[in-house]
């Protein structure tokens, strides 16, 4: 009797243990799932766009942190200056691309501020290549003659004369603008 009480035991011992390995087992399944859960609602959640990888909205982040963080490298010359982003823009990136898409972007394309004087606005900001962006900067160089005006990089390539030589006749040598543009470029190698 006494052995069919242990093999009993046992048989009841082992069952109960085998329940118990079934819910730990179950359970440690269910936390697993709820983490998995918890992690793909976390990334619902977070993942409004799903561009975060992009140029477009790397450029809507340099554009936020050259006009809102003092510490960035760039501040002094835009948030410094009281250069702001349209509050529709710096609080929803979806915004900002939306209207980047209407208004002709292009991955070969930069964010221009047509007066850079104005902050980032949709009235004042387009899509130029860099050529055009370069000519629109705050420390660009005017030069007016015979009635048209441009920059010295654009009257480089209207006079033939490199840009480096129309800079340093105008602004170190002090030619005057008739004289920088018209005089030809001497040849000193023999």
């Known amino acids: 009797m006494m052995m069919e009480q242990q093999m009993i035991l046992r048989n009841n011992l082992s069952t109960s243990y085998a329940q118990i390995v079934n819910i730990f087992l179950e359970s440690e399944v269910v936390i697993i799932r709820n983490q998995e859960y918890k992690r793909e609602?976390?990334?619902?959640?977070?993942?409004t766009h799903g561009k975060r990888n992009t140029r477009l909205y790397n450029i809507w982040c340099c554009m936020k942190k050259r006009c809102y963080n003092p510490n960035y490298t760039y501040y002094e010359n835009y948030g410094g200056r009281g250069i702001k982003v349209y509050p529709?823009?710096?609080a929803n990136f979806q915004a900002f691309y939306d209207w980047s898409m209407s208004h002709g972007y292009s991955d070969n394309l930069t964010l221009d501020r047509k007066n850079n004087d104005k902050g980032y606005y949709p009235f004042n900001c387009r899509w130029v290549s860099r050529k055009v962006q370069n000519s629109n900067s705050r420390n660009c160089h005017y030069l007016e003659y015979k009635g048209e005006t441009h920059t010295i990089t654009e009257w480089s390539g209207i006079v033939g004369i490199p840009m480096k030589t129309l800079h340093l006749r105008i602004t170190r040598l002090n030619w005057s603008?008739?004289?920088?543009?018209?005089?030809?470029?001497?040849?000193?190698?023999k």
């Open 41 to 47: 609602l976390a990334r619902k959640n977070f993942t």
């Open 88 to 90: 529709k823009w710096k």
């Open 177 to 189: 603008v008739k004289k920088a543009l018209t005089t030809p470029i001497q040849n000193h190698r």
